[in-house]
Structures are given as C-alpha cells and as structure tokens.
C-alpha cells in the first residue's frame, strides 16, 4: 500500500506520527506541514492529482478545514482514501467533525489523546503494526508530553524527547526515532544525546530570563471576560518553558503569548487556570485549553498589536 501522510511538523507529535508511519508502511511520503497551512498543502495534492497515486492518505495532529473538507466529502474516491486524525477542541467546536471521514477525540477513559496516541491506535485496530514496548514507550512519552501530563507523571523523559527534537530538527528527530524503534527494547537516551539536553536545560532559563524584561502585558475583552496576556518574543524552542519561568517568577498574567517570527505564529500557554484556546481563536487560531496557537499573520491580531505599540 503506497501511503501519503500529512503531519505536524513544529513539535513531537506530529514527528511521532512520522516515526510510526515509517515503521508501519515501506512505501510513505511524509510531508511536515506547519499549523497552519494543512488545508493549502491538502489543496495543492488534490488540485495537481498527485494524491491519486497513493491508496490511502493521512492528517494527524491536524485538521483540515473549509471548503476542502466539504469538497473531499462530495468525492466519492477523495473519502474514501483521506483520515483525519486530530485530537484538538477548536475543530470541534468549529463542526469540522461532522465529515465521516473526520476523527476528532480530545479525551477517551479520561485520558487526554495525542496524535500520536490516535495514529497507534488506528495502526494497531487495522493490523498495520503490532506493539512493542518502545513502540508503547515512545508513544505515550509523546503524548504526556503534549497534553502537559508529562508534569503530573513526573515523566522528565518526555521532556528529553521535546529538548531533542527542538536542538536537532524534525528530519534528524525522526531518523533517530525510527532508529531506536526498530533496533531497541526500550526507549533510552545515548550519552551524546544527554549532553545536548542537559546544556539546554542549563541554557534555557538564562535565555527566557533575558525575553521576559521586554514582556508587554496587554489586557483583552473576549466574550465578556478579560485575559491578561504576557505578549513577548522568544525563540519557538522554549514556547513551553516561558510560562513556567514567569510562573516561577510571580507574574500576574493569565497567560503568555510567544510571538515567534521563526514558524509565522503566536504560541499560547497557561500561567493561570483559564483556556488560553479562546484568545487563539478570536485571532484566528486554533488549540487546547492550556496551549494554542494563533497565525502571527492574523489581521485582527496585527491590529490589535499596532494599536497597543501606539498607547505604549
């Protein structure tokens, strides 16, 4: 079976769905694709119909949206051969699930899914692998680390697999990945690798220290409600520590805003208990309750930006 994936390219997640894609089919095109441009990348395939040469098509930890969705569902072959595997709230509560062939689960058992978690899962029903247990280990690494459950299982090596993939990018993450699944028992760390993650970690709080001083906090109305948002830059390596640090630190913030001009984006995540997805989403983005993503590109957000750089 000749397979096409569209995955996400900008964290663990969408290169765990990689790592199992390659060790689940000999004939794969992966194609990394960045939050926000998964409906143009899906478009260009159809509109050049070079999708009609793989037999089944792939989108983890994305989701695709109008009018391509509703243009896959009115081809009786574009249906038959696309999956949706995401596990993101805002694609629910924007109704993209209502397609067939849409598969939209944030949480089952009363546990919080991954891409990654749903792409195993879907591989493992379908006899398209068979578990291992660094297969089992790399998958729910990835996923605690995704969802934050990384924190409450004390789980310190799921956050090595982040510090990896951010130092060496998604092309040599991948190719090590698939490495290890295929030629150890267990998921473990080379002592080259550890070096790499214990600079970072001696590095980062340095470096976020430096990006807070210049942190413009900016308070906005949404829905009624005011969200005190931290807006900052920093490098999209550390979009999941800054929170920490400005936790650690007393801020009193809901939330930061990583303005991150490297991957085109503004990076949310939580300092308090409050759903940073409904700012991502008000500037046209998309996420989680406690992390999300808006285009750095959004009109309303650039506005928004422009107007508090002239009250400053």
Not at 255 to 270: K, L, N, P, T, W
Not at 279 to 306: C, D, Q, R, W
């Amino acid at each position: 079976m000749k397979v096409l994936l569209f995955t996400h390219s900008q964290d663990i997640d969408g290169m765990g769905c990689a790592v199992l894609g390659h060790y689940a089919f000999s004939e794969i095109t992966v194609v990394p694709t960045k939050t926000f441009e998964i409906t143009s990348n899906v478009k260009a395939y159809i509109d050049d119909n070079c999708i009609a040469d793989y037999d089944r098509v792939f989108v983890t930890d994305l989701c695709i949206k109008e009018p391509v969705l509703k243009e896959i569902d009115e081809n009786e072959i574009l249906k038959s051969k696309i999956i949706v595997l995401d596990h993101h709230k805002t694609e629910i509560e924007e109704g993209n699930d209502k397609y067939e062939f849409v598969h939209i689960t944030v949480e089952k058992d009363g546990k919080k899914e991954s891409g990654t978690s749903l792409f195993y899962k879907y591989l493992l029903e379908n006899n398209y692998l068979e578990a291992t247990t660094i297969l089992d280990e790399l998958v729910e690494w990835t996923r605690e680390y995704d969802v934050w459950d990384w924190k409450r299982e004390n789980n310190e090596k799921a956050r090595y697999l982040h510090i990896l993939f951010e130092l060496l990018g998604y092309e040599k993450y991948v190719e090590i990945m698939s490495r290890k699944v295929r030629t150890k028992k267990h998921l473990t760390f080379e002592e080259d690798e550890m070096n790499l993650i214990n600079d970072f970690l001696k590095k980062v709080e340095e470096d976020i220290q430096s990006c807070l001083k210049d942190m413009r906090v900016i308070s906005l109305y949404i829905q009624n409600e005011e969200y005190k948002v931290g807006y900052l830059k920093c490098p999209y390596k550390y979009r999941n520590d800054v929170n920490e640090i400005a936790i650690k630190n007393g801020y009193d913030i809901d939330m930061v805003g990583m303005i991150v001009a490297e991957v085109g984006s503004v990076s949310y995540r939580q300092v308090k208990n409050v759903d940073v997805s409904i700012v991502a989403t008000y500037f046209g983005g998309k996420g989680h309750f406690s992390a999300a993503s808006n285009p750095l590109t959004n009109e309303k957000f650039l506005k928004m930006l422009e107007e508090n750089e002239m009250e400053k």
